[in-house]
């Protein structure tokens, strides 16, 4: 069973332009909601984080919506430029006061980003 | 300060060997996750390791596979008698406490022929 949902599975978006990703969970002990970025040949890197107590988190480009009542998460890519090409995943992961700590992670999105 | 490393970075193995995947966490970094990930798809956790402990192993198939992390040396999976479907990538990820900011390695890429 799917614990985190993520779609589209493939984007292409023209430079400059919004991508948009989006998640879905079910668990709402979830508490915790990092976005990796992965290039081929490479391992994920944590892009940025939320957690459920705010609505929204900027660093930079990336922008994280939240939307705890319909259990979805969302990363707003502005200005996409060919370098974000990559694939990114979401995830989620329990209560830090548990001690089960692994995240469950969406099936990833493609992007590619046209100069 | 170095980040997490993993060798080797590619191991090819024929149906029946055996694989030994190591890593090493980030420096004041006591907990280690492995995950997998199987070509068109998301990363899969397998087992989540503190020193000398094994903390939660319910995504490793019961046979076959095992992890360590002693005390000294890197975290350490092994898979006994590869077959076809264990070709993928298996990452490492550490972190200085439960769950999150996890932080990955590069991962190996394991290919059984």
């Known amino acids: 069973q799917q614990q985190v949902k993520q779609s589209p599975q493939s984007l292409i978006v023209q430079k400059g332009g919004i991508s948009i990703i989006n998640c879905a969970y079910e668990n709402t002990a979830f508490d915790y909601f990092p976005w990796y970025q992965q290039f081929p040949g490479k391992g994920p890197a944590l892009l940025i984080a939320i957690r459920p107590d705010v609505s929204e988190k900027k660093e930079g480009r990336f922008t994280i919506s939240f939307n705890k009542s319909a259990k979805q998460f969302s990363l707003h890519i502005m200005d996409s430029q060919p370098g974000d090409s990559a694939t990114y995943f979401c995830a989620a992961t329990l209560d830090r006061g548990s001690t089960l700590g692994r995240l469950y992670f969406g099936r990833g999105t493609q992007l590619t980003v046209w100069p | 300060n170095a980040g997490v490393m993993q060798n080797p970075r590619h191991l090819v193995r024929r149906r029946g060997q055996e694989a030994r995947l190591r890593c090493s966490p980030m420096?004041?970094?006591?907990?280690v996750y492995w995950y997998r990930q199987l070509p068109e798809e998301g990363l899969k956790f397998m087992v989540y390791l503190q020193k000398e402990n094994i903390i939660d192993e319910s995504g490793m198939p019961k046979e076959r596979f095992s992890a360590e992390f002693p005390k000294e040396g890197p975290s350490i999976l092994r898979i006994q008698q590869v077959v076809r479907g264990d070709s993928a990538a298996y990452f490492c990820?550490?972190?200085?406490?439960?769950?999150?900011?996890?932080?990955f390695g590069p991962g190996t890429r394991l290919t059984v022929t």
């Open positions: 990820a550490s972190s200085p406490y439960t769950g999150e900011k996890q932080y």
């Open positions: 420096k004041g970094h006591s907990h």
